[in-house]
């Protein structure tokens, strides 16, 4: 038996799915081990082992054929500010790029915060100023050379930062989008003279137009390459020990995978790859049920994260803003807020309004009723406290819970300061947390145009499928669905993958374009993407390739990307008229009917190229229906508040392993499985499909 293995490793806990030639799926689920992911990882794998039944995980590990994984050290290298001591290399007389940034900027901040000229300051600089060199040289914006770049001049920058230590380096010199030369050069003599240095060049990690912000992604890049690749490389002799016939295969924040090398290289590409796993999972199953217009939410122990998928299309971000710098690393657009099942309820001093998040209490000491030393009142304390989890089958009954102490804590810290019951306190608690998540919801779609009511919500991650029906029936959203791997969506989206390598250049045209120049820009781009895939040993019929453009109005700033064509042959006049047009109608439809502005003319500003390299996609396998009653699979009934009720009602719980495909059954319900649980409420009704999916239909 050969196995497919993906596994995802988030803030709180890996998870794990074992795909095997049959279609069936196995999950594996355990806590993340921050000091080194890797034993998470395997805690998670020897998990998916045990219910495989198998005698260990090298077991499992030895049969697999494939090895997806997402990590998170680029995140948390991030957010902890514990990457590597970075120097920049720079341009005589623009070194202070990334220092300066765009001014007083409200990137990355709330609409409260941008509102408060107080927080209008700009972040911590990941690289300072002491740490910054510049060297002689100059190209200019055609790629002439003016000034040469020479040997001494590099010494001379990158001597004294070695001095205090600096472990990587980036090199960001300017006008290097039209001649690489003198980076090259600079890189090739510190490899030589000191061949642990990381060294990152902006001409690789991000060719295109913007000084800061290449510089901005130059430097993140060589900040967390040291340990991405650290991790990375240790993760891989693990493997290798217990025998894994090919290296694994690294999640990147577009939504393909790479191998540990090509993400050592663009480690910047795997920053929040996590969730873009799991928007990638819920467009596979999408397909697989039929439906092309998706909200893929995902909630887990910290964060509440949205994205969205439409007409089968998932929506990317060009420039994204991470850590308040905008940086040039292409990621699956996604939204997200500190609203998880670990964040914390707490009362405003000043106000004395109840508040949920954004501070979360982690998966150490995490919430009160996990008994690991935590004290404060958060969003699981609630749902216990509520009813709708069982303390003694939380993951299965690998972990039980305490619910005297969750009550404690909520009925201690908010309860008693606010007047009221315990359960009434939950019951807000839960209330807030969801408003959270719908207004999220509602900015992801409203905001840019969608209407949610077109939409069928999926619900993924260990948190969401207890408040979906809720936060979805806010949006008027119809239907709900619950993926059978739903708390390990992440890893599902991962043996989905296709290996995906991206490329691009900057160049200005204005139409009509000169169809040779269009042309010459992508050739090289397509060689290199070429000899990638037949590296990576895919034939030309596993291969697809796609050109687009980055095209606006002239005299605007605001670009839209758009496909051009798809496969090698060289673009003709008929491309060119039908990119004019689809220009337009993209333009009216994201900015609203009659926005558009022909009589401007169009600009192209940057060029893109996606190789895809097609694996084997995972053959699910599809269950007969076995008819509508749901009896058999009722195992108790226990006390759970629901809003509409105003106080715990007797509920049915009912077994998920004992539900088959077709059953059917009203809220209010609960519904338990290993790894999750699910609340069906009061007129809402579930049905298992064929997948063993949970789909709910909401009334609203």
């Not at 497919?4 to 049959?22: A, P, S, W, Y």
């Not at 050290?73 to 220092?99: M, P, Q, Y």
């Not at 009925?411 to 606010?418: G, Q, Y």
């Not at 758009?562 to 090698?568: C, D, N, P, R, Y």
Request: aromatic share 8%.
């Amino acid at each position: 038996m050969e196995y497919t293995i993906g596994v995802d490793i988030g803030g709180t806990f890996t998870d794990c799915v074992v795909l095997d030639e049959q279609g069936l799926l196995v999950v594996g689920k355990a806590l993340s081990t921050p000091r080194d992911f890797s034993v998470g990882a395997m805690d998670a794998v020897r998990d998916a082992a045990q219910n495989l039944g198998l005698k260990s995980e090298d077991e499992l590990i030895r049969a697999a054929r494939f090895f997806f994984h997402a990590c998170t050290i680029g995140d948390n290298t991030l957010v902890t500010r514990a990457g590597a001591k970075t120097g920049l290399i720079a341009t005589r007389g623009f070194g202070d790029a990334i220092l300066m940034m765009r001014g007083l900027t409200a990137e990355g901040l709330t609409e409260v915060e941008a509102a408060h000229a107080s927080s209008l300051t700009k972040p911590e600089p990941i690289v300072p100023k002491t740490f910054i060199g510049e060297v002689a040289e100059r190209v200019d914006y055609k790629g002439t050379i003016l000034i040469p770049l020479k040997a001494d001049e590099i010494d001379r920058a990158v001597e004294p930062l070695l001095e205090k230590g600096v472990e990587s380096i980036a090199i960001c010199l300017l006008w290097s989008i039209a001649n690489p030369k003198h980076e090259k050069e600079a890189a090739e003599l510190l490899r030589k003279k000191y061949p642990n240095l990381y060294l990152s060049l902006s001409s690789e990690v991000a060719p295109f137009l913007g000084e800061y912000e290449r510089t901005a992604t130059t430097v993140f890049n060589a900040y967390i390459g040291p340990r991405i690749s650290a991790y990375l490389n240790n993760l891989q002799r693990v493997l290798r020990k217990k025998k894994l016939r090919d290296e694994p295969l690294i999640m990147q924040a577009y939504g393909g995978v790479l191998n540990v090398g090509a993400t050592a290289a663009n480690a910047v590409g795997t920053i929040e790859s996590g969730p873009a796993a799991g928007v990638v999972g819920s467009r596979y199953l999408g397909k697989l049920i039929g439906e092309d217009n998706v909200l893929a939410t995902d909630m887990g122990g910290t964060t509440f994260k949205v994205s969205v998928i439409h007409d089968g299309v998932i929506e990317k971000d060009y420039n994204p803003v991470i850590q308040r710098h905008r940086i040039l690393s292409t990621k699956i657009w996604v939204e997200s807020i500190g609203a998880g099942g670990g964040s914390i309820a707490w009362i405003d001093p000043e106000t004395g309004i109840l508040k949920v998040g954004p501070q979360g209490a982690g998966a150490s000491p995490g919430p009160a009723c996990y008994r690991s030393g935590g004290t404060e009142p958060t969003v699981s304390d609630a749902d216990l406290v509520l009813g709708y989890l069982n303390e003694n089958y939380f993951l299965g009954g690998k972990i039980r819970l305490d619910k005297k102490a969750a009550e404690s804590a909520v009925a201690e810290k908010i309860a008693a300061p606010l007047g009221m019951s315990a359960i009434e306190a939950a019951s807000g608690i839960y209330r807030i947390a969801n408003a959270h998540m719908s207004d999220l919801i509602r900015k992801a779609t409203v905001e840019r145009g969608h209407d949610p009511r077109e939409f069928v919500l999926f619900a993924f991650g260990g948190a969401a499928p207890v408040h979906a029906g809720r936060y979805a029936g806010d949006l008027g959203v119809k239907r709900v669905v619950i993926p059978l791997t739903a708390s390990v969506h992440g890893a599902t989206g991962l043996i989905s993958s296709d290996v995906l390598y991206e490329y691009g250049r900057s160049d200005h045209l204005i139409a009509p374009f000169d169809l040779q120049r269009l042309n010459q820009n992508f050739s090289p781009l397509i060689a290199q993407a070429r000899r990638d895939l037949v590296a990576r040993g895919f034939q030309d019929a596993e291969m697809e390739i796609v050109r687009s453009l980055d095209m606006r109005y002239r005299y605007q700033v605001h670009e839209l990307t758009l496909s051009v064509a798809t496969g090698t042959g060289d673009l003709e006049g008929h491309d060119l008229d039908r990119l004019y047009e689809n220009f337009h109608a993209l333009y009216e439809k994201s900015y609203g009917r009659g926005s558009g502005y022909r009589e401007a003319g169009m600009e192209v500003m940057t060029f893109r190229l996606t190789a895809r390299g097609r694996l084997k996609k995972p053959n699910i396998a599809r269950l007969a229906l076995d008819g509508k009653d749901s009896a058999r699979a009722m195992k108790s009934l226990r006390p759970v508040y629901f809003e509409e009720y105003r106080e715990p009602v007797e509920t049915a719980i009912y077994e998920f392993d004992k539900l088959k495909p077709g059953n059917e059954l009203a809220g209010p319900a609960v519904i338990e499985t290993p790894v999750t649980t699910i609340v069906v409420n009061p007129k809402d009704r579930a049905t298992m499909d064929e997948f063993r999916n949970i789909r709910i239909d909401l009334e609203n």
